[in-house]
């Protein structure tokens, strides 16, 4: 592995600095030989790690492991901060008050010079920035660790567009250099653990890794988040409960991204909200709608919905921005899911244990019994309750538990949607924490069963297959007169010639074996008399 030696220094005393060495002294090591690095390699390598964590100043360890956990990750720098909010989504993997604090982290850091943006523009096109807009905005409106965004108006010489406010989002000039030495860095990391900790295979760090390298190479095309909006905005077209801005694909490449610049309130702002006239409860309603909506209509749901991405407009209509993290379900997933939901609120836990049989999800041999007692003893005690008095992110610990001892298999598609129930979660307490989620989800899950079974979804099948039907219908002839060409009546008559053959000789032996039973019992009855 060509590991950057400086870099790795960097790292090495930033996680000494802020104590995280407690976490390896923490843990018990394994391995193997055939991994080069055993048991006794990892009793050295804590032995000395134990020998300089002696000669550190003790009050380093004073705040709790998972706030200097997340201040490290945030003194490291945009790529490890970004690390720390997709690891905060795989509560399998970690303890409760480390995921809680991970999900603390902040995604804002300073904006690069105004001066770099434009030239990032003008190389994007080919063309000076005046050619593009008529007023492009020096200062960013936004800025994260991948790209920040600036206010512009469009100049358009067809017309068409000239003279709409729009967003244009820029990728950070020179960051691939940077991630690819901090994912090299992570992934060594990631391979230690695995050969140096007991729990190392079952964590699959460097599969988490990889995770997340897929999602931040995503985020680094914008040409594939501006897809990603067309898409959602079409899913919602004419939709009362949420607006997408609309992208205009002449001014958007890989690393720019232009769209409709959307006039909101920060959804967070809910004192600003309820000055305007918006109604909290039935907003906080709409938002749970908009996201069961999406995962069990489309299969197609925006995956980072934190407040900073949701926006109200004075009419309250969810306004949705930032789509560089989308997940995407399969029919089978929505059949499986919409099952274990409907199951769940009805409080049926032995339906919920026999789907995840059904479903692959758990061992074949595991015992329905024994699933359904423990998916019943996490699951009974948060019903009843309002929303202010669940925390989801217990009751996903106690889950993942049960997942442990039963073997079950964390599906990969389900990640992303446990992190925007999480999400969705958080914006629902903060608008009404006396919000039931049971009671406003399940109207919408029972409506959505209803059309995929019954005459609904008949008919539906026959629209999606009539195509298809009108396309192979007059080819039929023809596929009748090949089926009964003299070649393959031949080839027919051989085989049922060969059959009959068969038959003969199977019904010849029946016979014998016949005859030789009935001679058995004949001697058996003559000698008995």
């Excluded at 990728?171 to 691939?176: E, H, K, T």
């Excluded at 995503?218 to 919602?236: K, P």
Aim: proline share 5%.
């Amino acid at each position: 592995m060509n590991i950057p030696l400086v870099r790795l220094g960097t790292i090495l005393r930033v996680a000494l600095r802020h104590g995280l060495d407690e976490f390896a002294l923490q843990a018990s090591y394994g391995g193997t030989s055939t991994a080069g690095v055993g048991t006794g390699a990892g009793g050295i390598g804590r032995k000395l790690l134990g020998a300089l964590s002696g000669l550190l100043p003790a009050q380093r360890l004073q705040a709790p492991r998972g706030q200097r956990l997340r201040l490290a990750l945030e003194e490291l720098g945009p790529i490890f901060v970004k690390f720390g909010q997709v690891l905060s989504t795989r509560r399998d993997l970690l303890p409760t008050d480390i995921a809680d604090e991970l999900a603390r982290l902040q995604d804002q850091v300073p904006p690069f010079d105004s001066a770099l943006a434009r030239r990032e523009v003008e190389r994007a096109f080919n063309q000076p920035v005046e050619a593009l807009f008529s007023h492009f905005e020096s200062d960013p409106v936004a800025s994260a660790s991948v790209a920040q965004v600036h206010f512009a108006t469009l100049r358009d010489a067809s017309g068409k567009h000239d003279g709409l406010e729009v967003a244009v989002k820029i990728i950070r000039p020179g960051l691939l250099p940077v991630i690819r030495r901090d994912l090299a860095l992570m992934d060594a990391a990631a391979w230690l653990v695995e050969r140096l900790f007991a729990d190392g295979p079952r964590l699959k760090p460097r599969e988490v890794v990889a995770e997340f390298a897929r999602h931040l190479h995503d985020e680094l095309d914008l040409m594939r988040e501006a897809a990603n909006a067309s898409q959602l905005r079409r899913n919602f077209a004419h939709s009362p409960m949420l607006a997408v801005p609309e992208v205009y694909w002449d001014w958007c490449a890989l690393n720019v991204m232009t769209m409709q610049r959307m006039h909101g309130v920060p959804v967070s702002q809910v004192d600003v909200l309820r000055s305007q006239g918006v109604d909290i409860p039935l907003l906080a309603r709409t938002g749970v709608e908009i996201f069961f909506t999406q995962v069990f209509r489309d299969g197609f749901f925006h995956a980072d919905m934190h407040p900073g991405n949701i926006f109200v407009s004075p009419q309250g209509q969810y306004i949705a921005l930032d789509f560089g993290i989308m997940g995407t379900l399969s029919q089978r997933d929505k059949h499986y899911l919409a099952r274990n939901f409907l199951a769940f609120f009805n409080r049926d836990y032995r339906r919920v244990a026999e789907v995840h049989l059904e479903s692959g999800w758990v061992p074949p041999e595991t015992r329905v019994e024994e699933l359904e007692t423990a998916i019943r003893s996490v699951c009974e005690p948060i019903f009843d309750r309002p929303l202010q008095d669940i925390r989801f992110g217990h009751v996903l610990l106690r889950l993942f538990q049960v997942s442990r001892r039963f073997n079950v298999e964390i599906q990969p598609q389900l990640v992303l949607l446990q992190k925007t129930l999480l999400n969705i979660e958080g914006l629902g307490r903060q608008l009404d924490p006396q919000l039931d989620l049971w009671q406003t989800a399940k109207p919408f899950l029972q409506r959505w069963m209803n059309e995929q079974v019954g005459w609904r979804a008949l008919l539906r099948s026959l629209r999606e297959e009539a195509p298809a039907w009108a396309n192979t219908l007059p080819a039929l002839p023809r596929l009748l007169h090949r089926a009964l060409s003299d070649e393959r009546i031949d080839q027919l008559a051989l085989l049922l010639q060969e059959t009959a053959r068969a038959n003969r000789r199977r019904n010849a032996l029946l016979s014998l074996i016949g005859a030789a039973l009935l001679l058995s019992l004949a001697l058996q009855w003559a000698w008995f008399l």
